[in-house]
T-cell receptor, first 112, second 114 residues
Framework: GENVGLHLPTLSVQEGDNSIINCAYS??????FIWYKQESGKGPQFIIDIRSNMDKRQGQRVTVLLNKTVKHLSLQIAATQPGDSAVYFCAETYSSASKIIFGSGTRLSIRP | DTEVTQTPKHLVMGMTNKKSLKCEQHMGHRAMYWYKQKAKKPPELMFVYSYEKLSINESVPSRFSPECPNSSLLNLHLHALQPEDSALYLC?????????????FGPGTRLTVT
C-alpha cells in the first residue's frame, strides 16, 4: 500500500555528533517529501522538504537526502544539540494532493 | 502570523458528554485539517476542509463531527466517545487543498475519555 516507514524507532546520539534519521517510502508516485519535528506536548513542526527532482537539499544544520532508486529518504542533523531531542517524522505526498502521509517516526535522544 | 491555535489544551470527558474542540488560524489559509495522534504514533488524518467544504473524511466514526464555520475556524464536535478515542487531536492548515505539503500545525488538544 501507500506507506512511509522508518528503519529505526529510536536513536541516541552524543551531543555535538551528527544524527542521521532514515525513512523508506513505497509510493513511486510521491514527488514531495517533508521532515517534521515534534517536541513533547507540541504539534509537528516543519523542518525541511525536498522535491523528487532533487537528491539533496540543505537547510540550517539539516540536510535531506533523497534516493529515488531505493525509495529512501534521510535527515542529517549536524552538531546535534539538546534542543534537537524530539520525534522526527518523514511524510510524503504528490503534486496537488489533498493530504500527506506520515511515516512511523524516530525518537531522537541526545546524550550529554 | 504563522500560528494555528487550538482550544482547549486539555479535555477530560465522559462517554456520555458532548464537547467541542476549536482551531483557529489567521494566515488566510483555505484548507484545514483534523488529525488524531495516539502516543508514539504518527498523526492520522481524519478530515480535510477546503474552502469551507468537507473534501476528505477518512472513514471517521460519526461520533466525531467536524464543522468549518468560516475560513479561519475549524471545530470538531465530540459525542458519545469511547475510551480508545483518547488521543492528541491536532489541527493544521495550508494555503489551499492542493498545498497539503505545506501544513502548519497547532499544538493539539489532549483528550481523555473516561
Amino acid at each position: 500500500g501507500e506507506n512511509v516507514g522508518l528503519h529505526l524507532p529510536t536513536l541516541s546520539v552524543q551531543e555535538g555528533d551528527n544524527s542521521i534519521i532514515n525513512c523508506a517510502y513505497s509510493n513511486s508516485a510521491s514527488d514531495y517529501f517533508i521532515w517534521y519535528k515534534q517536541e513533547s506536548g507540541k504539534g509537528p513542526q516543519f523542518i525541511i522538504d525536498i522535491r523528487s527532482n532533487m537528491d539533496k537539499r540543505q537547510g540550517q544544520r539539516v540536510t535531506v537526502l533523497l534516493n529515488k532508486t531505493v525509495k529512501h529518504l534521510s535527515l542529517q542533523i549536524a552538531a546535534t544539540q539538546p534542543g534537537d531531542s524530539a520525534v522526527y517524522f518523514c511524510a510524503e505526498t504528490y503534486s496537488s494532493a489533498s493530504k500527506i502521509i506520515f511515516g512511523s517516526g524516530t525518537r531522537l535522544s541526545i546524550r550529554p | 502570523d504563522t500560528e494555528v491555535t487550538q482550544t482547549p489544551k486539555h479535555l477530560v470527558m465522559g462517554m456520555t458528554n458532548k464537547k467541542s474542540l476549536k482551531c483557529e488560524q489567521h494566515m488566510g489559509h483555505r484548507a484545514m485539517y483534523w488529525y488524531k495522534q495516539k502516543a508514539k504514533k504518527p498523526p492520522e488524518l481524519m478530515f480535510v476542509y477546503s474552502y469551507e467544504k468537507l473534501s476528505i473524511n477518512e472513514s471517521v466514526p460519526s461520533r466525531f463531527s467536524p464543522e468549518c464555520p468560516n475560513s479561519s475556524l475549524l471545530n470538531l464536535h465530540l459525542h458519545a466517545l469511547q475510551p480508545e478515542d483518547s488521543a492528541l487531536y491536532l489541527c493544521a492548515s495550508s494555503l489551499d487543498g492542493t498545498s497539503s505539503y505545506e501544513q502548519y500545525f497547532g499544538p493539539g488538544t489532549r483528550l481523555t475519555v473516561t
